[in-house]
């Protein structure tokens, strides 16, 4: 044990030493990024992203040009040609779960008609059920403390169950996107109970999917103990799923879907390293954050009402001197939108009707005015080259939130709905298959003449 201990110690200071050393050395001066007009994030300073490539499924449309200067308007989604405000109107005044003809929608770019629609959610839940052994060999025997790194394991292990895994033509990757497409609620809903079982020590729950129920029903049916919900909360639910299925080939999770895919790599690889992409706190554990924030901010300030009390707060929050001390807003700004958030905008109103029904108005009021007192304090203490916005982030962790959902599949949700965008833009790049993706760095280190060892 002394040895252990003490190799422990020895261990812990010399990779100390080593980082010291690789954070000397790699450290690029960021004046460089400058002289040389790197578009870092490609991105250029203001804020519009490098065209890397073309798509015909999913627009997110913030700007107009007028007179060769770009003039910012309220954000639109467009889902293969058509307006996600069309999309959800069409959901909300025919009171229909909408998730599954979106996924239809993306994959084939035409909206299915009722013969349509209902063969292929035939298709989904025929697909829920996991292959022989799976749920015990593969989610319950090796429960995992992140639910992301559980979907990814999940994903790269039905490569095992796939006899035609490395199969590119078109046809086999949407039978595997279909199939991912069920699979995936059912890979999150079993691993959270797993890793509730195993390290938080409540009981193991297993509900079979009802072929009978939409994907967002189902999603709720597995998840709850009793197996209980009502239709608002499922068809919020199934919005949120709506919501967030796409949103153009830039995003860091379609675009490494891109890139992976762009190497003749099988599906399972190139899901699951979007998967890890979507993984990190910048990308699709925002919604986490906003929610964590929102319970520091509970706590530091006593009157909800008390507008001064809550832009000192976010003033803070800005300053490093609260929360994760990043100096961020959660849920606040956007790399494209500057005005408005179209999914934030739709999903803000849909969340005030569930705060109504579930008697959480005062913590839905306290969401609204953090959002408008939030925009007011980064104008003023930042400078900022177009406006900032409510994400969708802002309130999608709220709606979760007031659906009981567990924090640790916030993010796994997300990937439960982008899964739809990312095989949708995995056949695009097979159908229109060019040159494997592969950008240019520049080195900026200095030629050294190399030292002989016993120079050193």
């Known amino acids: 044990m002394r040895t252990r201990e003490l ?71 467009i889902y293969r040609g058509y307006d996600i405000d069309d999309i959800v109107k069409s959901l909300l005044n025919g009171n229909r779960f909408g998730f599954e003809e979106t996924a239809f929608l993306l994959l084939t770019g035409k909206l299915p008609d009722t013969d349509e629609i209902t063969r292929f959610s035939m298709q989904l839940t025929n697909y829920m059920d996991l292959p022989k052994g799976f749920l015990n060999d593969i989610i319950l025997k090796v429960p995992s403390r992140n639910m992301m790194n559980m979907l990814a394991r999940c994903v790269l292990a039905l490569y095992s169950y796939d006899d035609m895994a490395d199969d590119t033509s078109i046809a086999n990757v949407l039978r595997q996107s279909i199939q991912l497409i069920a699979f995936f609620p059912v890979f999150t809903v079993y691993g959270y109970r797993a890793h ?7 009981s193991l729950v297993i509900h079979q999917p009802d072929p009978g129920l939409s994907i967002s029903e189902n999603i709720l049916h597995m998840l709850r103990s009793d197996s209980s919900y009502t239709d608002l909360e499922a068809k919020l639910l199934d919005l949120a ?85 990043q100096g961020l807003i959660y849920g ?33 009021e306290l969401y609204e005015r953090v959002e408008r007192l939030a925009k007011k304090t980064i104008s003023e203490k930042r400078r900022i080259y177009k406006g900032v916005c409510t994400n969708v982030d802002f309130f999608s962790g709220f709606v979760y939130s007031m659906l009981n959902i567990p924090r640790e599949i916030y993010t796994p949700l997300f990937a439960v709905s982008r899964i739809v965008g990312w095989c949708a833009h995995r056949i695009e790049e097979i159908l229109n298959t060019g040159k494997i993706i592969r950008p240019a760095y520049k080195s900026v280190v200095e030629r050294k003449k190399y030292i002989s060892l016993d120079k050193r």
């Open 7 to 77: 190799s422990k110690e020895f261990e812990d200071s010399y990779i100390q030493e080593l980082s010291r050393s690789v954070e000397e050395t790699g450290t690029v001066d960021p004046e460089l990024y400058t002289r040389y007009e790197v578009k870092r994030g490609l991105r250029d300073i203001s804020g519009k992203g490098v065209l890397v490539g073309l798509t015909k499924i999913g627009e997110v449309h913030s700007y107009i040009i007028d007179e060769n200067e770009n003039v910012q308007v309220p954000g639109r989604l």
């Open 196 to 202: 509730a079982h195993a390290h938080k020590n409540k």
């Open 241 to 325: 799923l709506v919501l967030h299925a796409e949103h153009g080939g830039g995003n860091n999770s379609t675009f490494t879907t891109h890139v992976v895919t762009s190497s003749g790599t099988d599906t399972y690889s190139a899901i699951a390293a979007a998967l890890a992409s979507l993984k990190g706190p910048r990308h699709g554990g925002a919604n986490i954050k906003v929610v964590e924030m929102f319970d520091d901010l509970k706590e530091h300030v006593a009157d909800w009402e008390d507008e001064e009390q809550i832009e000192a707060y976010l003033l803070k929050l800005l300053n490093k001197e609260a929360y994760d001390r």
């Open 332 to 364: 606040m700004g956007h790399a494209v939108y500057s005005i408005s958030d179209p999914r934030a905008v739709i999903l803000k109103e849909q969340a005030r009707k569930l705060a109504e029904q579930l008697g959480g108005e005062k913590e839905y």
